[in-house]
T-cell receptor
């Protein structure tokens, strides 16, 4: 009965490879997000989608491409991985856009690029 | 732009001590304020929130009051437990930030028996 799930939990890959991280929420929420947490624990939003439509794109390199096949899923594809992409990536969802709505976070995907 | 500033950690306390983690914010408009907690190896969980000035959020013995005059949302707990050891993030949403959550840098709390 996990609310927001991500796969894989750990991902180790070499520079230059292409990889995807998947996110699913079973809360019936309209809005989903990707956040990046760096090695110092700093969290920053990358993207948000509302009903499959891109709402926020925070100056992320275009090697990162989110895709939302339906409003319950938001996947993150990363091309030509670089060392600096190593981080923990969190997916989140929210009932709707709007500042008072809580965001529910997934368990994170730890990406290590070697 | 909008921002959140938290006290640097780690904060190290003995069990049953009083906890304060300071958080101040800069925002246009009237943001909502949140505290999230991240236990080791886990994702973020919402701890408490406040959506307007003078609101007090509370949960699991933790409290924080939305103070517009001092632009602060300090987290407090009267008696911490070892199980409270985690990283605590202050965040804001709304105001000039539209829909995204803007996080502080996080404060690690370590509680020893």
């Amino acid at each position: 009965d996990t609310a927001v799930s991500q796969t894989p939990k750990y991902l180790v890959t070499q520079m230059g490879n292409d990889k995807s991280i998947k996110c699913e929420q079973n809360l019936g929420h309209d809005t989903m997000y990707w956040y990046k947490q760096d090695s110092k624990k700093f969290l920053k939003i990358m993207f948000s989608y509302n009903n499959k439509e891109l709402i926020i794109n925070e100056t992320v390199p275009n090697r990162f491409s989110p895709k939302s096949p339906d409003k319950a899923h938001l996947n993150l594809h990363i091309n030509s991985l670089e060392l600096g992409d190593s981080a923990v990536y969190f997916c989140a969802s929210s009932q709707a856009q709007g500042q008072s709505y809580e965001q529910y976070f997934g368990p994170g995907t730890r990406l290590t690029v070697t | 732009g909008d921002s959140v500033t938290q006290m640097e950690g780690p904060v190290t306390l003995s069990e049953e001590a009083f906890l304060t983690i300071n958080c101040t914010y800069t925002a246009t408009g009237y943001p909502s304020l949140f505290w999230y907690v991240q236990y080791p190896g886990e994702g973020l969980q919402l701890l408490l929130k406040a959506t307007k000035a003078d609101d007090k959020g509370s949960n699991k013995g933790f409290e924080a009051t939305y103070r517009k005059e001092t632009t602060s949302f300090h987290l407090e707990k009267g008696s911490v437990q070892v199980s409270d050891s985690a990283v605590y993030f202050c965040a804001l949403r709304g105001g000039g930030s539209t829909d995204k959550l803007i996080f502080g840098t996080g404060t690690r709390l370590q509680v020893f028996p």
